[in-house]
């Protein structure tokens, strides 16, 4: 069974920093490219950060420079570093284990980041 479990999101005021951690079990982690998501109130869910199999990065231009995605192997837990908050980065923050051959698609519970001004 395929699980994901994240850590505690939190309320964190304006220019403050938390760290999001996303361990995962029932999956070959090292194979996956875990990404982190997110959705705010009546808005889409965002694609925030992904970090490939191979170890690459990618960032939304929203975060980039603020935001750090990082993963442990051995942990098989994907991070995300958040620095500098924003009242615009409240949201529900997802994590996504994904491969595409086979196609294949994980999801943690969500956890709750809110910035406040």
């Known amino acids: 069974q395929v699980q994901l479990v994240e850590s505690e999101g939190g309320l964190v005021q304006a220019g403050g920093s938390l760290r999001l951690s996303c361990a995962a079990s029932?999956?070959?982690?090292?194979?996956?490219?875990m990404h982190w998501y997110r959705q705010a109130p009546g808005k889409e869910r965002e694609l925030v950060a992904t970090?490939?199999?191979?170890?690459?990065?990618n960032y939304a231009d929203s975060v980039k420079g603020r935001f750090t995605i990082s993963r442990d192997i051995a942990k098989k837990t994907v991070y995300l570093q958040m620095n500098n908050l924003k009242p615009d980065d409240t949201a529900v923050y997802y994590c996504n284990a994904g491969r595409s051959s086979p196609l294949r698609s994980y999801w943690g519970q969500g956890t709750q980041v809110t910035v406040s001004s």
């Open positions: 970090i490939s199999s191979g170890g690459s990065t």
């Open positions: 029932g999956i070959t982690f090292s194979i996956y490219a």
